[in-house]
């Protein structure tokens, strides 16, 4: 699965428009305020690029609002508000760890091992809420399938920056859009 | 969507559903991810998977976080050709 050419280039367009408008490449910036315009343009050029249809897109455009709002935060990975629904999964998982604990344990291993796997499952997806922009307000399908979207979109995000590094790097060849 | 309709507890039916988009989904992360071993393997248990995603997404986030360290060192350096420079500054200003 890979991010296509179109969104590539929309990024990169994204990209170099986001970083004229902060003025990088003007000298009167500290190292961190420029790197900090940097990353804050490549995560808006990325979310713009994807457009509104993933939550975590429209989850990370909000973030960077509110952070541009807090005068240049860091930019760090999702590190969402606090949802009232979060209280509600995790009772509906401990509620269903409860209940499987509850079962006879005669059933054959096999099944047994598919619970078990199960709740192996609900456990990683925690660490997924945290990850992906917006993941704590959803339900594990949803979350599952935003995460797909959300990796296959950071590594053509990885992929443009990549490209653009190249470009200003090479002073004889600018701009070999090769791909 | 989800199937987190009342009945799904009772029944067990719909709770299969989900669990065939679930193992559909994670089959799709299997893909995605970078280690040929996990990808070529077709028996490994999801919660590796997950694991993996999480970490290969790490992973691309630290790599943002370093080019654009890269990024911004090359526009914050006086030390480039003239050529290089002329580049930058048509490209972003």
Redesign the interface.
């Known amino acids: ?1 890979q991010g296509s050419k179109q969104f590539k280039r929309a990024i990169l367009k994204n990209l ?1 428009l986001g ?2 408008k902060r003025g ?4 009167d ?1 500290s ?1 961190h305020e ?2 900090s ?3 804050h343009a ?2 808006a050029a990325l979310a713009a690029a994807r457009g509104t249809a993933p939550c975590w897109s429209r989850s990370l455009a909000a973030e960077l609002s509110r952070g541009q709002d807090a005068q240049l935060r860091p930019a760090t ?1 999702a590190s969402e508000e606090y949802t009232p629904r979060k209280m509600t999964m995790c009772k509906r998982i401990s509620r269903r760890r409860r209940s499987i604990r509850a079962r006879p344990k005669s059933k054959a291993t096999a099944k047994a091992a598919d619970v078990l ?2 709740v ?2 609900r ?3 925690r ?2 809420r945290d ?2 922009p917006g993941g704590r307000g959803m ?4 979350l ?2 935003e ?2 979207d ?3 979109s ?2 053509a ?2 992929d443009t ?2 490209l ?2 190249r ?3 090479a ?2 060849n ?2 070999l859009m090769q791909q | 969507m989800s199937s987190r309709r009342p009945r799904s507890r009772a029944s067990g039916g719909a709770s299969r559903i989900s669990d065939e988009q679930i193992s559909d989904l994670v089959a799709k992360l299997q893909a995605l991810l970078p280690e040929a071993r996990l990808r070529s393997s077709d028996r490994v248990p999801s919660a590796r998977v997950l694991q993996e995603t999480c970490s290969y997404i790490r992973s691309l986030h630290r790599e943002v976080d370093d080019l654009s360290d890269r990024l911004s060192e090359l526009l914050s350096t006086s030390d480039v050709s003239t050529a290089q420079a002329a580049i930058i500054r048509s490209l972003l200003m």
């Open positions: 699965m170099v970083l004229r990088v490449a003007s000298r910036m190292f420029r790197k315009a940097v990353r490549a995560d990975s796997a199960r192996m499952v456990r990683r997806t660490a997924l990850i992906v339900d594990e399908c949803t599952l399938g995460t797909l959300y990796a296959v950071l590594k995000q990885v920056m990549q653009l590094l470009a200003l790097q002073p004889k600018p701009m």
